[in-house]
């Protein structure tokens, strides 16, 4: 149950300085968050001073060297403080959540043998089902793929559920749909593949922003997410049970470390973006030491920054929940709107605020540039959700026009873009 936690949005947007940008004399709303956040002040700053005072090479005998490796250390520590996993060790970094899960999914198929079962949905970004689908060809794997409610835009539980066989040795499942805002029953489904002795994969890079997550609560075997999808600089992150980093094969260099993280961090890594990550954690960390009044019981296994953190990321819950709302709510009053997904209040805790609609007589792409001449900034097509699109019978049409609210934006910049589409559909 999330508490109603206090956010002050007005301090937390001091905190973005894009936020100051204007187009045509009215300061621009971001609403394409699920595409990429904006950063924080403190990852800026971050980036800038680790490029003058710490650029350099790891593990070198002199000071900007020892300066980068202790960057490095604090970004592994940091972020598994944010997911809460039981070592620093754990947290892998890449240079996207996609190019991990290939090399990643590359070493897991060392392992598989010919007729061994991968499980994958068609509710998920295609990051998390194409290298399943490649890794299947090259292995002789045969792939399940899990359908969708097309009315409501959720898995189908059932069909997964019956698919998930002690055939299986795979199942990549995304935390929350990218396109139409679903959060799954990941607890649920990791639960499946464990009785059957399955691995887990799960994609959080679309709920990363939106609320807390516990890789030691959910018991996943591997979760992935990108910073820049929760306001920091453009990096893949991935946690891995530590037994499995240790156990699998990399693919890598020689002489570079057989421990991990360092065996699965592969050639040398975007130090000043790891900085960068830091920074922008040390911001999400005060915005919860700010709200934690009342609200540390319900991370009674945490302490420190880690409860910090997580307190934060319920905070942002709470709150986005009142936008998604009042969205939603907008919405429905719009001439030939059709949206995709829950729609319904009882189920804003099931769905993070990205939101996927069409509009009779208007094309998504129309609809988006109407709206960024506007100043409004939403993204149109499939956002690489291939299958869910294809299952709506959108993917031949253009897709959706997909709104995507984070905390720093307001409820009046959620009635400006309702405003700017019944113009738009009424002209």
């Not at 793929?145 to 499942?173: F, Q, S, W």
């Not at 649920?188 to 002795?197: C, E, F, L, M, R």
Request: charged share 15%; with cysteine; proline share 4%.
């Amino acid at each position: 149950m999330i508490q109603a936690l206090p956010l002050d949005v007005a301090q937390v947007r001091q905190h973005f300085p894009s936020l100051a940008l204007e187009q045509n004399g009215q300061p621009v709303v971001y609403l394409d968050n699920p595409g990429g956040t904006q950063v924080t002040q403190e990852c800026i700053a971050a980036i800038t001073d680790y490029l003058t005072t710490a650029n350099a090479n790891t593990h070198g005998a002199f000071l900007t060297s020892a300066r980068t490796d202790a960057f490095l250390t604090e970004a592994h520590a940091a972020m598994a403080d944010l997911l809460h996993a039981a070592d620093p060790r754990e947290i892998v970094f890449g240079p996207n959540m996609t190019t991990l899960t290939f090399a990643m999914s590359r070493a897991i198929g060392r392992t598989l043998q010919p007729g061994d079962e991968i499980v994958v949905t068609a509710l998920d970004h295609d990051a998390n089902v194409a290298p399943w689908l490649m890794l299947a060809e090259d292995r002789g794997c045969v792939v399940q793929m899990a359908e969708v409610n097309t009315t409501n835009g959720t898995l189908d539980m059932d069909d997964l559920r019956a698919k998930i066989t002690p055939r299986t040795k795979v199942v990549a499942v995304g935390y929350a749909s990218n396109a139409v805002g679903t959060i799954n029953d990941v607890a649920a489904i990791i639960g499946w593949a464990q009785h059957v002795g399955a691995l887990t994969w799960i994609d959080a890079v679309q709920f990363a922003p939106h609320g807390p997550i516990d890789v030691q609560a959910l018991g996943c075997d591997f979760l992935a997410c990108s910073a820049y999808k929760f306001f920091g600089p453009h990096l893949g992150i991935v946690y891995g049970r530590l037994s499995l980093l240790e156990s699998l094969q990399a693919y890598k260099v020689r002489p570079s470390d057989n421990e991990p993280p360092g065996k699965w961090e592969t050639g040398t890594q975007n130090h000043e973006c790891l900085a960068g990550l830091v920074g922008t954690l040390h911001y999400l960390e005060a915005l919860g030491h700010n709200a934690q009044d009342g609200a540390t019981s319900q991370f009674p296994m945490m302490t420190g920054r880690a409860r910090s953190l997580h307190v934060a990321m319920a905070a942002i819950q709470a709150y986005e929940q009142t936008l998604a709302r009042r969205l939603l709510a907008g919405l429905v009053g719009l001439p030939g709107v059709h949206i995709y997904g829950l729609t319904d209040e009882a189920d804003l805790a099931r769905r993070v605020p990205t939101v996927a609609i069409t509009i009779d007589g208007h094309a998504p792409r129309a609809l988006a540039e109407a709206l960024g001449e506007r100043g409004i900034f939403c993204w149109d097509g499939n956002y690489y959700a291939v299958t869910l699109m294809e299952r709506l019978g959108l993917e031949q049409t253009g897709g959706a026009l997909r709104i995507g609210l984070a905390h720093y934006n307001t409820a009046s910049e959620v009635d400006r873009l309702l405003a700017a589409l019944h113009e738009i559909v009424g002209g």
